[in-house]
């Protein structure tokens, strides 16, 4: 069992910065991704960045079009960390935004099969 834990949401003017934290804890070794997603209101949940690794390759990391450039995601492989550091937020960034992991598969930051998620932090970007 994995649990996931985010932290660093909160309200920030555009063109500001967060940094979002997702704690791992439990059987963390078998989790080859790790991903952000978000969910806007009245939208459904979007990929917006995802992180893999194994003992054999250094991370690889991919993003959505709309984050590009601006949020990058890291991992702290000690902490069993990942963070999204969003940097030139927008409006509509504005979300609730989810941590998942891969409880299985191969080492690649794929935008989809993700089961285990986090319970979700609040984004909010005001104009």
């Known amino acids: 069992q994995v649990q996931l834990v985010e932290l660093g949401g909160g309200l920030v003017q555009a063109g500001g910065s967060l940094r979002l934290s997702c704690a791992a804890s439990g059987h963390t070794t078998s989790i080859p991704a790790m991903g952000w997603f978000r969910q806007a209101p009245g939208k459904g949940r979007e990929f917006v960045a995802a992180i893999a690794w194994s003992a054999w390759s250094d991370s690889s990391t991919s993003y959505a079009d709309f984050v590009r450039g601006r949020f990058t995601i890291s991992r702290e492989n000690d902490k069993n960390t990942a963070y999204l550091q969003m940097n030139s937020l927008k409006p509509e960034d504005t979300a609730v935004y989810y941590c998942?992991?891969?409880?299985?598969?191969?080492?690649?930051?794929?935008?989809?099969?993700?089961?285990?998620w986090g319970q979700g932090t609040q984004v909010t970007i005001s104009s």
């Open positions: 998942a992991a891969r409880s299985r598969g191969i080492a690649l930051p794929t935008r989809s099969g993700y089961d285990i």
